[in-house]
């Protein structure tokens, strides 16, 4: 991006540019003006501060800085490539943390799987295949309302802050279905979970591909998909043990 000061010495007009690519330049060598007005400091180690020749007589000159690049191969060592590319580094904690919505996706549809009989034999409907299917099923419903919810909640709130506001059904359905004493509790707390879970699911990739940089963003925003495959392994294998456990 081109930040442009309009600055004049004489009769001649220049404009100060920050450039990657100059093109027809000739090194600047007047040492009293090898600053940047930018930032008001010296320019870093490997810029030069040229003058980009003008496109015609009558056209003022441009002040910019001009990167020195080396050859390939020109590493000290011999060799070609230069290190790791770390460029995704910065936004991969927003984008790991936001993914963990959809880990929390994947984990609900399939936590209820295994305790079924269990949870059925305890709170007084087993062998009722209808209220097993709905408990397990419900909080599709739940999610179908959050996502119809999350377009507004984002244009009235923002990203963040959504995203912190649906962890609050999160938590109540989560807490609320683990100490259900009748059906009607656990069948609350699940669409309470399937709010929170419809909200993120719209929210969340859309929040990746913003804050992704653009040549890293195919590859971040599949932990999204990542997310949700780990959240239903982890939810079965610990399913599990659950199937045999009375306390579930």
């Not at 003058?51 to 390939?72: Q, R, T, V």
């Not at 009989?117 to 087993?126: H, Q, R, Y």
């Not at 119809?148 to 506001?165: E, F, P």
């Not at 979970?193 to 971040?220: H, W």
Request: positive net charge; aromatic residues 8%; proline residues 6%.
């Amino acid at each position: 991006m081109l930040l442009p000061i309009a600055t004049s010495t004489g009769t001649t007009s220049r404009l100060l540019l920050h450039s990657p690519s100059p093109t027809n330049t000739r090194y600047f060598s007047n040492p009293i003006r090898n600053t940047c007005r930018i930032c008001f400091s010296s320019c870093p180690k490997k810029l030069k501060l040229v003058i980009a020749s003008a496109a015609n007589k009558h056209s003022s000159e441009s002040l910019i800085h001009k990167p020195e690049f080396k050859e390939k191969g020109d590493n000290g060592g011999g060799g070609g490539g230069g290190g790791f590319d770390l460029g995704w580094l910065p936004a991969f904690p927003h984008v790991f943390i936001a993914s963990m919505s959809n880990f929390l996706f994947g984990y609900h549809i399939g936590v209820m799987n295994g305790p079924i009989v269990s949870i059925a034999n305890e709170l007084g409907f087993a062998g009722n295949s209808l209220y097993e299917g709905l408990v397990v099923s419900i909080f599709i419903v739940g999610a179908f309302i959050g996502s119809l919810c999350s377009g507004s909640l984002v244009d009235k709130l923002g990203y963040r802050r959504t995203l912190q506001i649906s962890t609050i059904p999160l938590i109540l359905g989560a807490v609320l279905s683990a100490q259900a004493h009748s059906l009607e509790e656990i069948l609350l707390g699940r669409v309470l979970v399937g709010l929170g879970i419809g909200v993120d699911t719209v929210l969340v990739p859309i929040y990746i591909s913003e804050v992704a940089p653009t040549k890293y963003r195919g590859s971040l925003g599949a932990l999204c998909q990542i997310g949700t495959c780990l959240g239903i392994i982890a939810s079965l294998f610990l399913g599990i043990p659950s199937e045999s456990d009375p306390h579930w």
